[in-house]
């Protein structure tokens, strides 16, 4: 099984700034490799596929980078909407596995 | 609209079983693998089980215990759980997809097992 490693558990963040989240995986999963946002009490919402294509309707401040093992969720300038949890997930392998979160929090 | 609307959580006691579904509309289900992820109580998203074409994929927590199976002719996804334990307790999310990503989800269904 694929461990997904997702840092720093929480990031504290100004609206307006730019945020970082990373993902790594316990192997290479190519670029086999999703990000979702999840809002309290809603469904997760696919944000990233491929590790870098964004998905239907999703803003371009959302963009991800990397390959392999080490990959990279980066939000350009924070608006309120962007406060949530992000996880990773890879496709690569069975089982599909996800990252713990990082929680995005206003600074 | 693409849609996914799950029903049947509860609570069941330890040992018990309980069947959730998922009711699919707005796009030709037939032709998407489906899947059920779960989230425990402030925890993180674990995938369970997804069911394409002609294969089927578990989760090792659950393999023995949980059956995913679908009707095509009902766009409808279901989920028997079988020998349920509290570690199970958590929401359960239809998902479309899996042979790559979740792209659509259902808004989840509670499942407690508690005595």
């Known amino acids: 099984e694929i461990v997904m490693t997702q840092s720093p558990a929480t990031l504290s963040v100004s609206p307006g700034e730019r945020a970082t989240l990373s993902c790594r995986a316990s192997q290479s999963v190519s670029s086999n490799l999703a990000w979702y946002q999840q809002k309290p009490g809603q469904a997760p919402r696919l944000l990233i596929y491929g590790a870098s294509t964004r998905a239907t309707g999703i803003p371009a401040r959302f963009s991800g980078s990397g390959s392999g093992t080490e990959f990279t969720l980066t939000i350009s300038s924070l608006q309120s909407e962007d406060f949530a949890v992000y996880s990773c997930?890879?496709?690569?392998?069975?089982?599909?596995?996800f990252g713990q979160g990082t929680k995005v929090e206003i600074k | 609209e693409v849609q996914l609307l799950e029903s049947g959580g509860g609570l069941v006691q330890p040992g018990g079983s309980l069947r959730v579904s998922c009711a699919a509309s707005g796009f030709t289900f037939s032709s998407y693998a489906m899947s059920w992820v779960r989230q425990a109580p402030g925890k993180g998203l674990e995938w369970v089980s997804t069911i394409g074409g002609s294969s089927i994929y578990y989760a090792d927590f659950v393999k023995g215990r949980f059956t995913i199976s679908r009707n095509n002719f009902k766009s409808m996804l279901y989920l028997q759980m079988n020998s349920l334990r509290a570690e199970d307790t958590a929401v359960y999310y239809c998902?479309?997809?899996?042979?790559?990503?979740?792209?659509?989800w259902g808004q989840g269904t509670m499942v407690i097992v508690s005595s």
């Open positions: 997930q890879q496709y690569n392998i069975w089982p599909r596995t």
């Open positions: 998902a479309r997809g899996a042979g790559d990503t979740f792209d659509i």
